[in-house]
């Protein structure tokens, strides 16, 4: 019943949003695939395929998918070396890179639905904030820098030995200032007209006006139809995707090619479910709701699946696109529905009036996007959060701009686990006391585990202590092996001085994993609490 209401609760809302964020996606989606050279179609035929099957199966209404940068990427050199492999064949193939990149697709969501299944999705749980806003100040940089490129034109390179096929040049004199006149006057619609009136889309009727006007005026303007152009491409007018009978014909099935593709295949896996679900998590935090995580793994999985096998690109969770659907009050799945088959009508029957919109509109749209995504709160707090959650916050977000998202994610978590680990190891302390009787007393205080077993070994003074002596964990937790590792060389410590010692408030499971318990723990003093070993007594419960 629930699938259903995401369908049929926000129809209007949904609707508007999902034809806005299609015309947002084109541009985008026909940059990364020049950057991964190939056809733009291939590009949208994915971001049509992937963005249906996640939007109806997805962990995340709405959350919008497609063929994004951080995966296309990742397939640039893939698709390279895949050529000079297809001319080196018996029967020289021009693009096998093309047929490489298709089985690299099919084997990335193979890859991602065994994630889903396997439950991974809840690791997603683990990303601290400080990683979580560096990741959407480093892609906010990322969007913005790749909506300044559009102001340039495109034209052959000179040189015929080089893999880039066209030059960028920056636009100059009268066709900058109108362009960036046109990106400030899309910007203005969609900021004041929602204060005049809630009942139009603001992005979409920005985006139509400024066509409008440039059509009505005869303004020369670069288009969406003269950018595809100026790349090589033929424009936007393509076919329903099919069953690519060429895929099996041409791709060896061997041993050889599962090698090839199975790297590219596993970061480009790897960096899609990362990016896909850090956007169901700020969709999480704008919308106040809870996605499910190993469901979208599965979903993205069927959708690069499916993309391969009807010719199209592998892709993920945009957060661009994703913003501006939310920021639009698309809510449910009918959004991502609509995006998707409006991006298959442009495709199929209306090409020739989505290649008149001006490309100075979606950069406006994109900016706007940029501005309402930045968190901009991170300067305010930069002062006033400890030192290494400002350091992983400014990390991650140079780490994206400069590398990779994948590898900025993975470098925070490690960074944060760090700091989380040595400020915990500090917090081990020991009160000692002797009682009437000669006894000497450890109160433990503070976690005990890999990072803090030294500093709980030197509380004790083994030398000079009594014979008789009690360690009380009452106020310590045993987190792991390395603790019960620690109290058994203590332990051993004592044994060898000829001294007696008591643990008391162990748990049984850190009884049983002593190896001289029943030397040490004594029963009549013995108050087993509540809780286990951290490590082993602690159940995870997944959404799904």
């Given at each position: ?15 508007f949003?999902g034809?806005t964020v ?33 939007a ?9 998918s497609?063929?994004?940068?951080a ?16 001319l080196e ?8 890179g093309?047929y490489?990149l ?20 809840r690791f ?20 913005f ?7 340039s ?12 096929k ?9 066709e900058?200032f ?12 969609i ?22 006007g440039v059509?009505?005026?005869d ?5 969406v ?17 099919t ?12 041993l ?7 790297p ?5 896996a ?11 998590n700020l ?10 995580g ?12 499916a993309?391969?096998l ?5 892709g993920?969770g ?17 959004s ?18 989505i290649e ?27 002062k ?7 350091f ?14 994948a ?18 190891a ?8 002797v ?9 433990i ?9 030294t ?23 045993i987190a792991?092996m ?8 203590l332990?051993?410590?004592?044994q060898?001085?000829g001294k ?8 049984k499971?850190?009884?049983?994993l ?7 723990v ?12 951290v ?10």
């Amino acid at each position: 019943m629930s699938f259903f209401k995401n369908f049929t609760s926000n129809p209007k809302n949904d609707f508007f949003a999902g034809v806005t964020v299609s015309l947002a996606m084109i541009p985008e989606v026909v940059a990364f695939a020049f950057v991964a050279n190939i056809d733009p179609l291939v590009a949208l035929s994915g971001a049509f395929i992937i963005g249906l099957i996640t939007a109806i199966f997805g962990g995340r209404p709405g959350l919008i998918s497609g063929a994004a940068g951080a995966v296309a990427v990742i397939f640039v050199n893939l698709i390279r070396e895949g050529h000079i492999k297809g001319l080196e064949m018996d029967i020289p193939v021009d693009n096998m890179g093309y047929y490489y990149l298709l089985g690299a697709v099919i084997l990335m969501g193979i890859i991602q639905i065994f994630a889903g299944v396997l439950k991974l999705g809840r690791f997603v749980r683990l990303i601290p904030h400080s990683v979580m806003m560096g990741f959407v100040n480093g892609l906010a940089i990322v969007i913005f820098i790749a909506q300044v490129k559009m102001f340039s034109h495109k034209i052959p390179n000179p040189d015929p030995n080089s893999v880039d096929k066209y030059l960028s040049v920056f636009m100059q004199g009268s066709e900058l200032f109108i362009m960036i006149g046109l990106v400030l006057f899309t910007m203005a619609i969609i900021y004041f007209l929602p204060k005049l009136t809630t009942k139009v889309p603001a992005a979409l009727t920005a985006i139509l006006i400024t066509t409008f006007g440039v059509i009505l005026f005869d303004i020369d303007v670069t288009t969406v139809g003269s950018y595809i152009r100026e790349g090589g491409g033929d424009g936007l007018k393509g076919e329903f995707p099919t069953p690519n009978q060429e895929l099996w014909q041409f791709l060896p099935f061997n041993l050889e090619t599962f090698t090839f593709i199975l790297p590219y295949a596993f970061l480009a896996a790897s960096v899609g479910l990362i990016e896909s679900l850090m956007t169901m998590n700020l969709v999480d935090e704008l919308t106040d709701t809870r996605g499910q995580g190993n469901r979208e793994c599965v979903a993205q999985g069927m959708g690069n699946i499916a993309s391969g096998l009807l010719g199209g690109t592998g892709g993920c969770g945009m957060i661009g696109q994703t913003v501006i659907n939310i920021n639009a009050k698309g809510r449910g799945r009918l959004s991502g529905v609509v995006m998707a088959l409006t991006l298959l009508t442009f495709i199929l029957f209306a090409d020739t009036y989505i290649e008149q919109v001006p490309i100075a509109a979606l950069i406006g749209v994109m900016f706007m996007m940029v501005i309402e995504t930045f968190a901009w709160s991170s300067f305010r707090i930069l002062k006033k959060i400890p030192r290494s959650d400002a350091f992983v916050l400014i990390a991650v977000s140079a780490i994206t701009v400069f590398f990779d998202l994948a590898i900025a994610v993975f470098i925070g978590v490690i960074i944060s686990a760090l700091a989380f680990s040595w400020e915990n190891a500090k917090r081990i302390r020991a009160r000692k006391s002797v009682d009437a009787n000669g006894v000497k007393t450890y109160e433990i205080f503070g976690p005990l585990f890999f990072g803090s077993t030294t500093g709980f070994s030197e509380k004790f003074e083994v030398a000079t202590d009594p014979e008789e002596v009690v360690i009380d964990f009452k106020d310590s937790r045993i987190a792991d092996m390395s603790g019960i590792e620690a109290i058994n060389k203590l332990s051993e410590r004592y044994q060898k001085a000829g001294k007696k010692l008591h643990l008391k408030h162990l748990s049984k499971d850190c009884i049983n994993l002593l190896k001289i318990a029943d030397d040490i723990v004594d029963v009549n003093v013995l108050e087993d609490p509540t809780y286990k070993v951290v490590a082993d007594g602690f159940n995870y419960e997944d959404e799904d």
